[in-house]
Structures are given as structure tokens and as C-alpha cells.
């Protein structure tokens, strides 16, 4: 699970730290516990996965780039959330009476530098919701405080901020977002040099010998190839506002997501509006007449149709208008079909006609109550469907056997598992994860997800037998 230390890394760790490495609180790269994955829960571990848990965000970066700023900026335009800064920094190793003797030939920006497993420890607690005190470091005395810390509370963001933070994949892995910030290496240097200066109590020639025997080489053997794994790369640090204010809008999408889209990528929830609501509102009430509930499923159904549609690729078009204009615009992909799952599936065979004229609509019996709970009965789909863009129709996702079942005979049909877009107007929890660990490169359209499943498998609050009611054999 964890990087392996670079061999080409080692020249840079300095002789002092070989030397007395096995007296010293660094951890030799080899140790035995360093192999073992030291946080099981990570947030994109749906199995061990907290609902209520944070969005956690990683912010790296060469020395003096700007991450701190970045940060601070970050957090003050989300100011209607709750958000702490977790720094890196704060997980330093105090240096050994014998290593502050010659803390100069200390390489402080080596992986082992920090206490990663403490820094896990930390992160895990409070992403399950509990509060951490977190070791405060004094970058004059490269020592932690023996008698304060920095009290942490549970939120709903939590920025982990440091060079290294993307070095250790167990650490990556707690991140729903990453972030890079990339400054000028001339830039760093002068930055640094004014900060540590009049900020750490060091003079110009020790930072400047620092930087080229231990920053510079470190900055090349692990924070730039740590780049990598970033989503956004923010040139120019605090002074890029477009970048900042993109993320912070990127970081308020997701917090008013369910958080199931924030582990699943690949799973939307339409935008909910009071419309919406209010036509789930009519068709989950049981006194709602058949007429009605087929009136609003339909067009709940068309709103779900035009936005799976909206995930189909597209190629640019030009078109002249009346004006004798040219307008610059997109051609709707051709090769597509529908898949209704019997008999819920065929209310959106409607929907999807309307939208796509003579579009091919495939079909697949599963019955539910066979030999191991999902039998494939019957199955009728366009010869060249391989070719095809599949539009799964299935109107309530419940456990997600029978939508596995069907998806996996697309699959050997030949279908691309990303050439699939599931539609559902409600979906359950358990469905949604039962569909998406098994096709993550799948999307999932639908129009609300519910609180769970019951002991029946019955979709809570849902809105009873989909089928039944649409085609009205309820009574
Ligand atoms: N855009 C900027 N323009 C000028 N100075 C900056 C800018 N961003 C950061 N600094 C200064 O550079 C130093 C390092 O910035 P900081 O955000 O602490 O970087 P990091 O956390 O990456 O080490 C600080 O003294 C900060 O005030
Ligand atoms: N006792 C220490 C500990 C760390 N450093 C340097 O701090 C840098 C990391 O902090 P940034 O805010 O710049 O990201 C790192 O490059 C270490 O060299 C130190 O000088 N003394
Ligand atoms: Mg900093």
C-alpha cells in the first residue's frame, strides 16, 4: 500500500541520520508495519464507508509555494461550512538531544521527517466525527510542545496541508480532492529565504545552504513526482483567485451532494428544485390516483431521460442560421440504445421515444425470486448493441442484483462498461453501492436517493411496487 523510498532518494538523506538511525524516533523505510495498509477506512472505501463524513481535501506543494495562503483562502470563502486545517507540519518528529546538536545536517524534508502513522491516527478520528488534539511544532527548536496542543473539532471540510501530504498512499487515499499548488522554484526560494529569516529564526546561509543540500533534492525525488496525483494544479499559488474561486465552487457542489456522490464519482443526482420535490412528493403518497401517478412519473421520468442524455458524447457542429450566421454548436451521438429492465423499465420506453426519435429499445426479463434470489429469463437487445451507448431504464434501484444481472449481459454482450448510463428515478443506498463497486466505470442518473433498504428489500420511504402502480395492477 505505501510508496517504497526511491532508491535515488537515499544519497540526499543525510549522514548523520544513517549513522544513528537506530537510535533515532525516524523510522527506517523497511519497518514490517510500513507494508501493512495502516488506515483500513479510508472515505473511497465504501465498505467502511461513514455517511455523515467529511469532504477532505489535500493541498501539496513545493516549500514556500504558497499552500498555506491557498488554504486560508479557501477557508475563508467557505465560510458558511465548518473547515479545519490540518497541517503537516504538525506531525514533524522532535529531533533527539544528539540530532539537535547538529540539526543543520538534519534532512527535514524527507518522507520520515514526519510521524505519518500519528498523522493517519489523527485524520481518522476526525473523519469518523471525533475531535483530535493536534501536537503543535516550533520550527526554531524542531521540537513539538511538551504541554499545549491545538484542539481540533469534527467537520464538514477538512484541508490536510503539507510538502508530502501526497507521498504515502494510505494518506492519498483519505482525499476526495487534491490540490497542487506550483510556484516558481525562484520564487520558493526568495519567499523562503524572507520567511525563515524573519519568521524561524534562521540566517540567510544556513537557508541557503539547506535548500541545496536538502529542500532542492527532496523537492525533485518526491513532492514533484507526487504532482501526479493531483486533480488541480494551481500555477501561481494565493495570486491565482480564478483557480481558488473554481475550487471553492467545486468543493460547495459537493458538499450539497449526497454523499454518495462525492465517494462515486460516476453517480448524479439531478438538480433538485421544488418542482421536483413536489412531484416526488405526489407520487410517494399512497393516496395519489393512478392517473396521477403515471402523469408525474412521466414527467419526473423525461427530466431523468434528458439528463442521462446529457452524458452521451457529442461532437462539435456548425450550422448556418437564417441570418446567414454561423452558429457553433454539437451533434448529438448516433450510436445509442435503450435496455428497459421488464416491467418497471418500459414506463421510460415513453420518455426516452420522445426524446430520441426511433430509437432501438432493448429489453431483459430477471426474475427475483429464483434459485439465488436473480434469474435471467428472457433477454431481446439490438444485434449491434456493442457498438452501442446503452441507456438502462429501471425506475427504482433497490438492492441492485437484478440492474448487476443486467449490466453483466450488456458487459458480455460487449458493451463498454462506460458506454453504460443507468437511469432510475429513485435509488437506494445499498443499490447504488451493490451497482457501482462492482461497474465503477458506469454511470448512475437519478432523481433521488433514498434514506435505505427494509428487512423486505423494500426502498425507504420509496413509493411502493413502481410497477403495479404504473401499469395499475395494484388492486
Ligand atoms: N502570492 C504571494 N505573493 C507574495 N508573497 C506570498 C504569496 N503567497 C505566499 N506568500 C508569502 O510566501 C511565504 C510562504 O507562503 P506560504 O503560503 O506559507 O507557503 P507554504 O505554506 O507553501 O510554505 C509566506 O511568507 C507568505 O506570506
Ligand atoms: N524544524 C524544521 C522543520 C521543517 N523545516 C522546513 O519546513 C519546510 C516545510 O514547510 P513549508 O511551510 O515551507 O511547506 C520544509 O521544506 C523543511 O525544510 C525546517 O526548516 N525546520
Ligand atoms: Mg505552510
Not at 54 to 82: E, N, W, Y
Not at 309 to 324: A, S
Request: a negative charge.
Amino acid at each position: 500500500m505505501n510508496e517504497s523510498m526511491d532508491a535515488s532518494s537515499l544519497p540526499h538523506f543525510d549522514s548523520l541520520i544513517h549513522s544513528s538511525s537506530s537510535s533515532s524516533s525516524i523510522s527506517s523505510p523497511s519497518s514490517p508495519h510500513l507494508l501493512q495498509p495502516r488506515f483500513p477506512s479510508s472515505p473511497l472505501n465504501s465498505s467502511t464507508l461513514n455517511p455523515n463524513q467529511p469532504f477532505v481535501i489535500g493541498v501539496s506543494g513545493g516549500t514556500a509555494s504558497g499552500k498555506t495562503t491557498v488554504c486560508d483562502m479557501i477557508i475563508q470563502q467557505l465560510h458558511d461550512h465548518r473547515v479545519v486545517l490540518v497541517n503537516q507540519d504538525s506531525f514533524y518528529r522532535g529531533l533527539t538531544p544528539e540530532e539537535l546538536e547538529h540539526a543543520h545536517e538534519y534532512n527535514f524534508d524527507h518522507p520520515d521527517a514526519f510521524d505519518t502513522e500519528q498523522l493517519l491516527e489523527c485524520m481518522g478520528k476526525l473523519i469518523s466525527g471525533q475531535s483530535v488534539q493536534l501536537p503543535i511544532y516550533d520550527f526554531k527548536k524542531h521540537q513539538r510542545s511538551t504541554d499545549s496542543f491545538r484542539q481540533v473539532n469534527a467537520s464538514d471540510v477538512i484541508i490536510l496541508e503539507g510538502i508530502l501530504v501526497f507521498h504515502d498512499q494510505d494518506v492519498r487515499d483519505l482525499m476526495n480532492m487534491k490540490i497542487f499548488v506550483d510556484t516558481d522554484a525562484d520564487v520558493r526560494l526568495a519567499r523562503r529565504i524572507r520567511r525563515d529569516t524573519v519568521e524561524r529564526g534562521r540566517d540567510i546561509n544556513s537557508v541557503l545552504e539547506q535548500y541545496a543540500k536538502f529542500v532542492k533534492p527532496a523537492f525533485d525525488d518526491f513532492i514533484l513526482p507526487s504532482k501526479k496525483y493531483a486533480d488541480v494544479i494551481i500555477p501561481r499559488g494565493g495570486d491565482n483567485h480564478v483557480a481558488v474561486d473554481l475550487i471553492v465552487q467545486h468543493i460547495h457542489t459537493k458538499l450539497g451532494q449526497h454523499d454518495l456522490c462525492k465517494i462515486y464519482p460516476n453517480v448524479y443526482v439531478i438538480q433538485s428544485t421544488f418542482q421536483i420535490r413536489g412531484m416526488h412528493t405526489l407520487i410517494r403518497d399512497q393516496d395519489l390516483s393512478k392517473h396521477d401517478f403515471v402523469f408525474y412519473s412521466d414527467r419526473l421520468i423525461r427530466l431523468v431521460v434528458e439528463h442521462g442524455l446529457g452524458h452521451l458524447p457529442f461532437t462539435e457542429k456548425q450550422v448556418v442560421t437564417p441570418t446567414g450566421s454561423v452558429y457553433t454548436g454539437v451533434d448529438f451521438c448516433k450510436k445509442l440504445c435503450g435496455v428497459s429492465i421488464i416491467r418497471s423499465g418500459e414506463s421510460m420506453e415513453n420518455a426516452l421515444r420522445a426524446c430520441c426519435k426511433s430509437i432501438k429499445i432493448g429489453k431483459i426479463l430477471i426474475h427475483r425470486d429464483g434459485d439465488n434470489g436473480k434469474q435471467l429469463i428472457y433477454e431481446k437487445l439490438p444485434k449491434d448493441i456493442s457498438e452501442r451507448h446503452v441507456l438502462l431504464l429501471d425506475p427504482v434501484l433497490a438492492t441492485g442484483n437484478s440492474a448487476n444481472q443486467a449490466i453483466e449481459l450488456l458487459v458480455q454482450k460487449g458493451v463498454p462498461e462506460s458506454h453504460i448510463i443507468f437511469l432510475n428515478l429513485i435509488s437506494a443506498p445499498e443499490g447504488i453501492h451493490c451497482v457501482c463497486k462492482k461497474f465503477p466505470s458506469l454511470k448512475i442518473v437519478t432523481s433521488e436517493i433514498d434514506h435505505a433498504l427494509n428487512e423486505e428489500f423494500r426502498v425507504i420511504p420509496g413509493l411502493g411496487e413502481f410497477g403495479d402502480r404504473y401499469f395499475g395492477t395494484d388492486d
